[in-house]
């Protein structure tokens, strides 16, 4: 572990001590997402100790040892080479107090967090995650961690947290899964026949071009908006939702319905939509929580016009317990890749970012276990996305503060964002929260917050 000071921070690189050799194949699922990280910040309402911290990560590391490598192109192929090259720990104290901290944790510019260089790490030289451990003026503590996200899925962060606080409060490190070839393990763990819809399109130059300009205007053409639902009118939107559509709703069906029709109905949206879920496929294919990569489908549902809320709960329910059959397509993802040429796969875009035609995504982090992390046997206290490109109709749900309620987290054109905030946006946001109920101090000390 190497240290450097600056007058304001104190910066260290994290290392195992020890570097495995291994070197990890990505598969497509991998390349799909070469140019993206993921940002996120946890947030403890006390100090954490630096040197701790640093040396439960060396040991996390050599546990996940590809966290510490680099990516490395050979070709039309990527490859996560385990060098044991480091992370990145920065250490810095803040001038504001924990509240004033969480309602700034969506900023891209935060300061709570540094984004991994998505593209850049391509050359071979920059890290894949990075740590930033900030101090905050009350004695709260914001840890920001970025990954990139050839290195894997929420599931595959989440085991390296896992073994990064058991490691510091000196408990069983969790099981993890290597795979070397992601792409044959994948081949042999992948019913032989799935939906047949390919998990992505292939934009002409006008729509490429278009796409180029989204990123390019992000920060300036959309805004991040934070929706907080209590426990108690969660249950009761889940008890006219399955009332009406007379059947079994889990409280993710519900929220996710409910969010995207209140959303259209603001933005006075009566077109058909495309709604996009992200879908761990782990547990789909019987296959180890401790496997790493990314091992993600989607459920692709269309929305009708003025889409009945609880009717859309149904749906997404039923492409739940069809996944498999209705909406899984990564074989077929892979056999029309193998004509096409991994060569091209950079040309290739999500089905969920067509932000023209306002194809929602929302992807559901609840029980990966945020709130289960303890260092020094502090849990936190809030934890949140912090996504570097604010891309609209992109959403996040998870679990609200201190592990109570729900917290949504959702990109959408400024005019939009700004409707979710006003008195006829918070009715119908919140239209089953009753009218004494108390939130948490945390969620009352966010003035910004839905």
């Known amino acids: 572990m190497t240290t450097t000071s600056t007058t304001t921070e104190r910066v260290r690189t994290v290392r195992a001590g020890t570097a495995s050799g291994e070197v990890i194949r990505c598969g497509v699922s991998d390349a799909m997402l070469a140019e993206l990280a993921v940002s996120v910040v946890f947030f403890y309402d006390r100090p954490l100790d630096e040197q701790r911290l640093a040396d439960g990560l060396a040991v996390a590391l050599g546990r996940v040892p590809m966290f510490a490598g680099r990516l490395r192109s050979t070709g039309a192929d990527l490859e996560i080479v385990c060098s044991d090259a480091g992370v990145p720990m920065v250490s810095a104290d803040a ?17 709570y967090v540094d984004h991994v260089a998505a593209q850049a790490v391509h050359e071979g030289e920059l890290p894949l995650f990075t740590v930033r451990l900030t101090r905050l003026a009350d004695g709260g503590t914001a840890l920001g961690c970025s990954w990139h996200h050839v290195l894997g899925d929420v599931q595959t962060f989440m085991t390296l947290m896992r073994a990064w606080s058991a490691a510091v409060d000196g408990a069983e490190l969790p099981e993890v899964l290597p795979v070397e070839d992601r792409e044959a393990y994948l081949a ?10 390919l998990g992505f399109r292939i934009p002409g130059p006008e729509e490429a071009e278009l796409l180029g300009r989204e990123f390019a205007v992000a920060a300036r053409a959309n805004r991040t908006v934070q929706v907080y639902f209590t426990d108690a009118e969660v249950a009761r939107l889940r008890d006219g939702f399955e009332e009406s559509a007379g059947r079994r709703l889990s409280v993710n069906d519900v929220l996710c319905a409910h969010v995207v029709t209140a959303v259209r109905r603001l933005d006075e949206d009566h077109e058909a939509r495309t709604l996009v879920l992200p879908v761990n496929v782990r547990r789909h294919l019987g296959l180890p929580a401790g496997g790493l990569g990314n091992v993600l489908g989607e459920i692709v549902l269309s929305c009708p016009a003025d889409a009945d809320p609880a009717a859309l709960a149904a749906e997404i329910r039923a492409g739940v317990e069809g996944f498999l059959t209705d909406h899984l397509s990564l074989r077929t993802n892979r056999d029309f890749l193998a004509g096409l040429g991994r060569e091209r796969l950079r040309e290739c875009v999500p089905l969920g970012f ?11 982090w609840s029980r990966s276990g945020v709130y289960e992390l303890a260092f020094e046997g502090h849990r936190p206290i809030a934890f949140s996305p912090a996504a570097s490109v604010q891309l609209p109709w992109v959403s996040w749900l998870v679990e609200g503060f201190e592990g109570s309620g729900h917290l949504l987290t959702v990109s959408l054109p400024v005019r939009l964002a700004g409707r979710l905030r006003t008195e006829a ?5 919140h239209s089953h929260r009753a009218a004494d109920e108390q939130l948490p101090a945390i969620a009352r000390q966010m003035k910004k917050l839905a």
């Open 95 to 111: 001038p504001e107090a924990l509240g004033e901290a969480l309602g700034r944790m969506t900023l891209a510019a935060s300061g």
């Open 354 to 364: 067509d932000p023209e035609a306002k194809t929602f995504t929302l992807s559901t």
């Open 425 to 429: 946006g918070q009715a119908l946001l």
């Open 188 to 197: 042999s763990v992948l019913p032989e026949r799935d939906s047949g819809r």
